[in-house]
Nanobody, 126 residues
């Protein structure tokens, strides 16, 4: 059974940094995509960054480009999101998600990610 568990969220001041982690278990796929998404109540869940086959960054949202970095450590079965220069508008619940195998690239639709973590809250004060 696949489990994704996020950690690393918290409350910080604008300009500070956080690193989110997503620990993955029960998941061994080739040709797969993993990503970070975020959700603010009253808005749709949006994609933040996506990584294909653990190494190819296929998407970084314009709103976080130059500030956020997605990466994966296969030896630790962990996906990361390094968030620098945080802004108040980055406040959201952050989720990691995975597609499973047999993908030739990263999909953009949430429905193509069947595996999700429970989320970790990030709050940035101005």
């Amino acid at each position: 059974q696949v489990h994704l568990v996020e950690s690393g969220g918290g409350s910080v001041q604008a300009g500070e940094s956080l690193r989110l982690s997503c620990s993955v278990s029960g998941y061994t796929y080739n040709k797969h995509c993993m990503g970070w998404f975020r959700h603010v109540p009253g808005k749709e869940r949006e994609g933040v960054a996506r990584l294909y086959n653990s190494t190819e960054v296929t998407y970084i949202a314009d709103s976080v480009k130059g500030r956020f970095t997605i990466s994966q450590d296969n030896a630790k079965n962990t996906l990361y999101l390094q968030m620098n220069s945080l802004k108040s508008e980055d406040t959201a619940m952050y989720y990691c998600a995975a597609t499973g195998g047999r993908w030739t690239g990263c999909p953009s639709q949430l429905v193509d990610f069947p595996y999700w973590g429970q989320g970790t809250q990030v709050t940035v004060s101005a």
